[in-house]
């Protein structure tokens, strides 16, 4: 699986640009994708303050994973990350500058399909510079009462989701699969959010998700999906779940080659996963392609760091 894995790091070919409704304000907003120089990453700019501000992606700066992933740092914060980022490391796009002129990132139809479109039509460009992996040496396990997430050593970029709703229009679903593009592409990106109607009218009520509607995410009912066009995958709930949680995990500074296994899990679990991860220094290193040479912790602290997370709704 690794020869598999792509060697060298890439950005964007070209800039480009899409528009939307923020889930959680309502509001509309527009949002550019822009090249980077190698071993840049990926950074959010918010443009619409005065004294601009910006963010890296990356796990040390979540700020809260209540409903969505925030990060924050000096003031400025983005939120509902994880669809783009999702979309950035199972396409292979290691480093691009977001900007973006509001506090969130736009919903689109709730899943990761435009922001796969805006890769597509910007294209990918390799730079001189060798992709680096976060590989996982142990196991690394959080249990949170019923839910557990554990990271395991796999040859490969792996996700086995396992959620359990007592809901007859969910119930239990489990989604397991390697990630490459063509996977994302035809098992992950169009797999939409969803919530329940009295969770979503109580948000409402308290002036959250004002952007929400069928438009943009699975409704549940009392005993059905009250969408009118029903489902995209049988078990697009569990798909969703995956979606985000390879969003999660893409902030954790590097592709992580391993095995990422959940039950019942959400933003909040995923997040004190990689926390565990990164505070045991002997359950990972850094593997270099196309040398793949391993490199000591000491030469990347940026990989390190504590993270910060609030309460999962999810």
């Not at 004294?51 to 409903?67: C, I, K, L, M, N």
């Not at 040398?291 to 999962?312: C, F, I």
Request: proline share 4%.
């Amino acid at each position: 699986m690794l020869k598999r894995l792509g060697r060298m790091q890439t950005t964007l070919r070209r800039q480009t640009a899409l528009s939307g409704i923020g889930v959680h304000s309502g509001e509309m907003v527009h949002m550019t994708l822009l090249p980077a120089e190698a071993g840049s990453g990926v950074t959010f700019i918010r443009t619409d303050l005065e004294e601009g501000g910006s963010v890296p992606a990356d796990h040390r700066f979540v700020s809260t994973t209540d409903h969505a992933t925030r990060l924050s740092l000096n003031g400025t914060s983005v939120a509902t990350v994880e669809h783009l980022m999702a979309t950035l490391l199972a396409l292979e796009v290691d480093n691009a500058v977001i900007e973006i002129d509001g506090p969130e990132l736009p919903v689109m139809d709730g899943s990761a399909a435009a922001f796969m479109d805006a890769v597509d039509r910007a294209g990918i460009v390799t730079l001189p510079a060798p992709r680096r992996y976060i590989k996982v040496l142990k196991p690394v396990r959080v249990d949170a009462g019923r839910s557990f997430g554990e990271l395991s050593p796999y040859n490969g970029i792996r996700f086995e989701i396992d959620i359990d709703f007592e809901h007859d229009a969910i119930g239990r679903q489990v989604f397991a699969a390697d990630l490459d593009p063509a996977v994302f592409r035809r098992e992950l990106a169009r797999a939409r959010t969803f919530g329940f109607l009295a969770d979503v009218e109580k948000m409402w009520a308290n002036g959250l998700a004002l952007g929400a509607s069928l438009e943009n995410s699975i409704v549940v009912g009392a005993d059905r999906v009250i969408n009118p066009d029903g489902l995209r995958f049988d078990d697009e709930f569990v798909r969703h779940k995956a979606l985000d949680a390879v969003g999660d995990f893409a902030l954790a500074g590097a592709p992580i080659l391993g095995c990422y296994r959940s039950y019942r899990g959400g933003h909040r679990l995923n997040m004190r996963v990689l926390e565990a991860l990164f505070a045991d220094q002997s359950a990972w290193t850094i593997v270099e392609t196309p040398a793949r040479l391993e490199t000591s912790h000491a030469e990347l602290p940026e990989l390190v760091g504590a993270v910060a997370y609030g309460a999962d709704i999810s």
